[in-house]
Nanobody
Framework: QVQLVESGGGLVQAGGSLRLSCAAS????????MGWFRQAPGKEREFVAA????????YYADSVQGRFTISRGNAKNTVYLQMNSLKPEDTAVYYC?????????????????WGQGTQVTVSS
């Protein structure tokens, strides 16, 4: 059974940092691209960041560029999202996802597996 499990969410003040983790199990994800998406109440799911299968290419939404960093663990079955200089508008449920495709990684509909999400709340 394929599982993606996120952790590391929580409540933080504006300007603070959080590190999200996503552990994948049930199959080998070394050949999959991994991404982070988020969804705030009343809003659509939006792309945050993605990393290709090797970890050699990363992609970011304009809203988080320069503040967030996505990376993969050595075993490739773990992905991280380091979030710095957090803003209240970053408040959302953050989802980890895995995709077989290496293209258009900002499109949520191209991802094959999803985690349950972890809440991130940034207070002003």
């Amino acid at each position: 059974q394929v599982q993606l499990v996120e952790s590391g969410g929580g409540l933080v003040q504006a300007g603070g940092s959080l590190r999200l983790s996503c552990a994948a199990s049930g199959r080998t994800f070394g050949s999959y691209a991994m991404g982070w998406f988020r969804q705030a109440p009343g809003k659509e799911r939006e792309f945050v960041a993605a990393i290709n299968w090797s970890g050699g290419s990363t992609y970011y939404a304009d809203s988080v560029q320069g503040r967030f960093t996505i990376s993969r663990g050595n075993a490739k079955n773990t992905v991280y999202l380091q979030m710095n200089s957090l803003k209240p508008e970053d408040t959302a449920v953050y989802y980890c996802a895995a995709a077989r495709t290496g293209w258009n990684l900002n499109r949520w509909d191209l991802y094959d597996y999803w985690g349950q999400g972890t809440q991130v709340t940034v207070s002003s």
